[in-house]
């Protein structure tokens, strides 16, 4: 293991399942997705039976609040340690180059590790490494008790970093034929492929260094978004896994007193993809409403009064249309209900963009309890088929562009709560790569 902590990284010692295990069965994906549709979890476990796989180690939150949370939070870490006694693991000590194609579409991410020193996902916050989105604390607490003494983690945290010229991840992309194969297989359930490849030469590492040393300069970064140099630079962005990064923050901060400063802990595993990718895509992330309590209309026009209006649409595309194309300086958003789908406008917003326009009614209409629970959702389909039910309601959110990411986060600060999702559910990071934290 290598340090560079002026740039807040380490080269890690990555735990990959030895040959024989069927990659197959042991990728699943990333444990927040599908949170209502329990029928996708079922076909996983069903593919997976007793073999060895990540989602032995993990707990979809399909089951939080449920029976299965108890029991699952109890066998993670007793499988981790099966694993490996039972020595299912191969140590690969560099990067891993990481090819991902799915939904026609190939993006390229970067294994490595992070500095939990140099992290704060605190409002705020001017760290190297920061959230893009609000952090949640209540979601915290069930992946602090999978987390805390277990001893591996498995990550399906991405993290971005700006860089426009490509000057960081591409080279390798361009010399990957040259690289060791990890690994090279078709995901589950039809959710793309995914090939990993080792970058253990010491002058490939040092180009990478080199690029990432070169995002970090302070005249650099204060050029680039047009900043006074006493802004602190904004390095590297959680795009994915922003309360799994979070997780780990929270429990290296209570254990580094006792453990010391060169504990394993201290970093966590990640993969580091370039905003710019062009295989890479910001979806917006949709919001569904379930057991409604009271008039949502009603509610909407209480809460915004004469800045609000609602248009019924003649279809679900009409709607989805008007929704992307809008324009001007009304925010703009989808609702779908078992009557069918409309428009609403809101003028005069608080927010910079629709989501916290609309998240910033939801907030307090489910605090009055005007509907039992809320769902945050990939997808048109899934939007509609679960906002059209009877007593639901879904709503549709324009996609955010990712050129605005970065600065935003450094001019404004975290975006409101699931803003954009990077790709679609099925697109989503899969379990892989594994690393001791003990």
Partial sequence: MRNYPQIGIQIPDILLPKAGIDLQKWAVIACDQFTSEPEYWQQVAELVGDSPSTLHMILPEVYLGTEEETRRIHSTQQTMQQYL??????????????????????????????????YDFNKGSQSLIRATEGTILERLPPRIRIRQGAPLELPHIIVLIDDPQGIVIEPLVEKKHQLKKLYDFELMLGSGHLTGYL????????????????????????????????QNVLLFAVGDGNHSLATAKSIWEQIKAQVGMEHPARYALVEIENVHDRGLEFEPIHRVLFNIKSDLQAALKAHFGDRYRFVRCNSVAEMSEKVEQAAGSEHVFGIITSQGAGIAYVS????NLPVGTLQSFLDEWLKRGGAEKIDYVHGEKTTVRLGSQPGNAGFYLPAMPKSDLFKTVVLDGALPRKTFSMGEAKEKRFYMECRKIV
Avoid: C, W
């Avoid at 590492?205 to 006493?230: C, I, M, R, T």
């Fill in 85 to 118: 006694s039972e020595n299912l693991f191969e140590i690969q000590e560099g990067f891993i180059l990481v090819e991902r194609t799915a939904g026609g579409k190939t993006r390229h991410g970067l294994m490595l590790a992070l500095d939990l020193e140099q």
């Fill in 199 to 230: 970058v253990n030469d010491l002058a490939l590492e040092k180009q990478v260094v080199l690029g990432f040393e070169q995002l970090a300069n302070p005249q650099h970064f204060a050029g680039k978004y047009n900043l006074s140099s006493a």
């Fill in 348 to 351: 005069h917003p608080a927010t």
